[in-house]
């Protein structure tokens, strides 16, 4: 099973900057679509971004123009540059891959995730 390392999180006051990373255990080119999800105490686990081999993105509504996904296959990594952080960002990020973009169970496993605060 391929496995998934996230980094870059921590603590950020409303309105600031943070940039994630995703390295995955094997080639990214036999991952077509690779993806971020976060979970909010208390909440379920929910889909912020995707993107595909091809350069295709999907970003959930509460985060279009905000935050930018990104792939380097040399690298077999991901990112996520977050921009103009809210409270409501706060959650324990992951990431994943997909067989496509309308499909839904993930590839790999949930790695340990990596946690985004944002307070004043």
């Known amino acids: 099973q391929v496995q998934f390392v996230e980094s870059g999180g921590g603590l950020v006051q409303p309105g600031g900057s943070l940039r994630l990373s995703c390295t995955a255990s094997e080639s990214l080119s036999s991952l077509y679509v690779m993806g971020w999800y976060r979970q909010a105490p208390g909440k379920q686990r929910e889909h912020v971004a995707s993107?595909?081999?091809?350069?295709?993105?999907d970003y959930a509504d509460s985060v279009k123009g905000r935050f930018t996904i990104s792939r380097d296959s040399a690298k077999n990594t991901i990112g996520l540059q977050m921009s103009s952080l809210q409270p409501e960002d706060t959650a324990l990020y992951f990431c994943?891959?997909?067989?496509?973009?309308?499909?839904?169970?993930?590839?790999?496993?949930w790695g340990q995730g990596t946690q985004v605060t944002v307070s004043s």
């Open positions: 994943n891959a997909r067989s496509g973009l309308r499909s839904s169970a993930p590839l790999g496993s």
């Open positions: 993107i595909t081999s091809f350069g295709i993105t």
